[in-house]
């Protein structure tokens, strides 16, 4: 069947193109959010692991900026750093101190009397971080003294916030970034 022009019904391409696009686009779209916002999360990522280098850096020198202490300059370190990406607010730093390579994230010493391999009540231990507990790891917080090494720890929830990305990413969308860093202290 033809027009007046003399066209065949249904022969006519016009908008086939504008429908097209609007199948893929939402796809294309959604791609391309969830690209740079992986993007994002990535150089967040890398960011934060530098943040915590650099403060352990200064932590193991036993810099204190005029007028504060260790445990200020090394967690402002941090934070100053990592804000460029992050609410500094929601950064959680731990630091570990220990008394040589060879005890990093090891159990403080006990006597196994039953030979079972773990510490049951009533065996006696040696306090090594003097916290009055046994634990299962020898570390005592802080930045340690001369000599001494230290395990940096900085975490940060990160959440995604494209629709789809963040139903599949993750916790309901959030992650944790990490960093750790582990240094000798110099003998200041």
């Not at 850096?57 to 941090?78: K, L, P």
């Not at 963040?166 to 990490?178: A, H, M, P, Q, W």
């Amino acid at each position: 069947m033809a027009n007046s022009k003399g066209i065949a019904f249904g022969a006519s391409d016009d908008g086939a193109t504008a429908v097209e696009f609007a199948i893929v686009a939402p796809v294309l779209i959604f791609l391309t959010f969830a690209i740079v916002e992986s993007g994002i999360a990535f150089a967040a990522d890398i960011l934060l692991k530098n943040a915590t280098y650099d403060a352990a850096r200064t932590g193991r020198t036993g810099f204190v900026s005029e007028g504060s202490t260790q445990d200020v300059t090394v967690r402002q370190r941090i934070r100053s750093q990592a804000s460029v990406l992050m609410d500094a607010d929601k950064l959680v730093i731990t630091s570990k101190s220990y008394s040589g390579f060879d005890t990093l994230k090891m159990p403080e010493p006990f006597i196994d009397k039953n030979n079972n391999g773990i510490r049951d009540d009533g065996e006696n231990f040696t306090d090594v971080n003097k916290n009055g507990v046994y634990d299962k790891d020898q570390g005592a917080t802080g930045y340690g003294g001369a000599k001494q090494v230290v395990l940096y720890t900085v975490s940060y929830p990160w959440t995604f916030h494209t629709p789809v990305l963040k139903e599949l990413v993750g916790d309901n969308g959030t992650i944790e970034l990490s960093a750790t860093a582990v240094v000798q202290n110099e003998p200041y």
